[in-house]
């Protein structure tokens, strides 16, 4: 008999075939699935996709996908090969997925299966969630006491010397000074410190005393709940912490701290700056995070995960970011990642829950940064679980009072008595510029398309003049009769993208009710350009680093303020570190210290500046000590040489490198 040659191929494919509706791996098609890939955690709503190939391929009329053996919607007739999976739908924990590809004829070719874990499970915060409000906030009075020898009436705001909540905490030892908190709520809880060194505090609800606290401990408790109070009304309250000047005959001190007050029931945490919510679309995922919705959360809604390794990424342009989240006896350990380089790593973990302020990212150069926050599935030995959440960040382009870019003309007097803008666990206390004299002149250069002036009223402030690009713009009578500080004084939008001066000069005058003309430049914000470049950060350990002898790694992690908690220091006259880099802008990072000395800094081989590094009122860490703006297109080198020399108030010379900024 004789058989044609098309008869035998197509015999031959038949041969080769198992029966229809049979399931085999056939060399005539292969199906893959493309996403998710094998081992991955998922969560939310995602696509399955596969393709297939082999020499069989075209005659494919349609892939099923299966999940755990079942259909997973419907037989898709056309490639690219895909299909919508609601994995909220599927019980957490691990599942397997297939796709089916077959042929006109019905034979089907199933692929390899792929193992994925299903995460949704992201529980509702517990009702006795609270909100907290750090020591520095507006909604915080603080007023002071009877100074004597030793103990100042002023509190002081910078306090960096234990683990407080947000890195800083205020102080007080004097008689009568008061914190007054306002709040709106049913329940609050004042956190402070008991100690061997601690006082007695008064506290104060609705204007009533309430009672005596003995802080007096022979141990340390920092960020602890000293006070509590629940079943309140519902509706606006105050409590009031007063420092007596008194305490326990064992204390070898009589310090009482405000580190921070907890209000319930939990609302959104207060804002810094401007807000950007968790589903922003310049906050992006990996697939491992999932929905919770509640009304503490900002905007309705929170992003979760105990994945290791799922990220959330936020680009932004500002000089600051604060990440807003949960902390809880649920929560675990995350590392937050700064333009490239990792920044620090945090324990979330809480014996209370609270809804607030969990890392800031400060000092930043003024330009465009990312910001990356990653679960590292693990916890602390406390916690029950490893959740992370994200519910916002807050971005903000703040220049402080002693910004390089502010020049002062005039007898300005540097204040730190009130709680300034620039409070933080990388500059410590925030302080402002004061003017007495008629003619003082504080101008600020900047580029942006909006700016404003953030300073104080009170009693004793006077009238300004502001200016903007030379043109008088307003009189601005900053007299109150009660004292606020970070109080916008002046803004000016629609500015042209471009390079501005805003100038403020002190009139000497003054509203007839007022006792003195002073007038308080604190901080100013700025609308910076889109348009601004990327920035790169560079350790101190970068490959791009070269040190000389004289230099002193420091242990990694050592330091919470330091950027990635390491550094490299010296003191050793000549020692010198070279950084190459490309770019047109850069910044060396590094600390002004009770012992710092003077650097000499070379660009491109040339000194260009000796760079003081001392600090006369408190350490600073991530602090700009060096900025070059504008360089050429190309290659560069930084070089900071130790000097061995300071000026004469230092305790010391050392000079630290803490990292680089390039943009």
Not at 278 to 297: E, F, G, K, P, R
Not at 398 to 407: C, L, S, V, Y
Not at 488 to 499: G, P, Y
Not at 617 to 632: G, K, V
Request: hydrophobic share 40%.
């Amino acid at each position: 008999m004789k058989i044609c040659s098309a008869t035998l191929i197509v015999m031959t494919l038949m041969w080769m075939r198992p029966a229809p509706g049979l399931a085999q791996i056939d060399p005539l098609v292969v199906v893959s699935i493309t996403s998710p890939q094998s081992g991955a955690t998922v969560g939310g709503t995602i696509t399955v996709t596969a393709e297939t190939s082999g020499p069989g391929s075209g005659a494919v009329v349609g892939v099923q996908f299966r999940l755990d053996g079942v259909n997973l919607g419907a037989e898709d007739a056309a490639a690219p090969y895909a299909v919508s999976w609601d994995t909220a739908s599927s019980a957490n924990g691990a599942h397997t997925l297939v796709a089916v590809a077959r042929d006109a004829l019905g034979f089907q070719y199933v692929s390899q299966p792929v193992s994925v874990s299903v995460f949704n499970d992201m529980p509702h915060r517990p009702p006795d969630t609270m909100t907290r409000v750090e020591n520095t906030d507006a909604a915080i009075a603080y007023t002071s006491g009877t100074t004597e020898p030793g103990r100042p009436g002023d509190w002081w705001h910078g306090s960096r010397s234990r683990g407080w909540s947000a890195g800083t905490a205020s102080f007080n030892r004097s008689l009568g000074a008061r914190a007054t908190f306002t709040f709106t709520g049913t329940s609050v809880r004042w956190i402070g410190f008991r100690s061997f060194w601690a006082g007695i505090a008064n506290v104060y609800l609705d204007g009533a005393f309430l009672t005596e606290l003995d802080l007096y401990v022979p141990s340390e408790e920092a960020q602890t709940v000293v006070f509590a109070r629940t079943g309140l009304s519902s509706g606006a309250h105050t409590i009031a912490v007063e420092s007596t000047g008194r305490k326990n005959p064992a204390s070898s001190d009589y310090a009482v701290v405000v580190d921070a007050f907890d209000i319930g029931p939990a609302v959104p945490a207060p804002i810094s700056g401007t807000r950007i919510e968790q589903n922003a679309s310049s906050v992006s995922y990996t697939s491992q995070w999932s929905t919770d919705s509640a009304t503490l959360w900002s905007g309705g809604s929170a992003i979760g995960t105990r994945a290791a390794g799922a990220r959330a990424t936020l680009t932004f342009i500002g000089t600051t970011a604060t990440w807003v989240g949960v902390r809880g006896p649920d929560t675990g350990i995350a590392r937050v990642y700064l333009d490239g380089t990792l920044q620090s790593e945090i324990d979330t973990f809480s014996p209370t829950e609270v809804e607030g302020e969990i890392f800031t990212a400060g000092n930043l150069a003024p330009a465009r940064h990312t910001l990356t926050i990653e679960a590292a599935g693990d916890h602390g030995p406390g916690a029950t679980d490893s959740l992370i959440f994200v519910d916002a960040v807050d971005v903000r382009s703040r220049f402080e009072e002693g910004d390089a870019a502010i020049a002062y003309t005039g007898q300005w007097t540097l204040d730190s008595r009130e709680p300034f803008s620039g409070t933080s666990g990388l500059n410590g206390t925030g302080t402002a510029q004061i003017s007495n004299g008629a003619g003082d002149v504080a101008a600020f250069a900047f580029s942006g398309t909006a700016v404003s002036w953030i300073g104080a009223v009170g009693p004793s402030r006077g009238i300004a003049r502001v200016y903007v690009d030379g043109n008088w713009a307003a009189d601005l009578d900053t007299y109150a009769a009660t004292e606020q500080v970070r109080t916008v004084l002046f803004t000016a939008t629609n500015l042209a993208d471009t390079s501005h001066t805003l100038r403020v000069e002190n009139t000497g005058q003054r509203n007839p009710n007022a006792i003195g003309t002073s007038i308080v430049v604190d901080a100013f914000d700025v609308t910076l350009s889109a348009t601004v470049p990327q920035v790169t950060r560079f350790q101190e350990t970068a490959a791009s680093i070269v040190y000389t002898n004289g230099w002193t790694p420091s242990p990694c992690p050592s330091f919470q303020f330091w950027s990635g908690r390491c550094a490299s220091y010296s003191s050793t006259t000549g020692a010198q570190a070279t950084f190459t880099f490309t770019g047109q802008n850069v910044r060396w990072l590094g600390d002004r210290a009770f012992g710092g000395g003077y650097a000499r800094i070379y660009l491109d081989g040339v000194v260009v500046a000796d760079v003081n590094t001392h600090a006369p009122l408190q350490e600073e860490y991530q602090t700009p000590l060096f900025i070059a703006t504008n360089l050429s297109p190309g290659t560069h080198t930084l070089t900071i040489e130790v000097t061995g020399t300071n000026d004469g108030s230092s305790s010391g010379v050392q000079v630290l490198v803490d990292a680089f900024e390039v943009y």
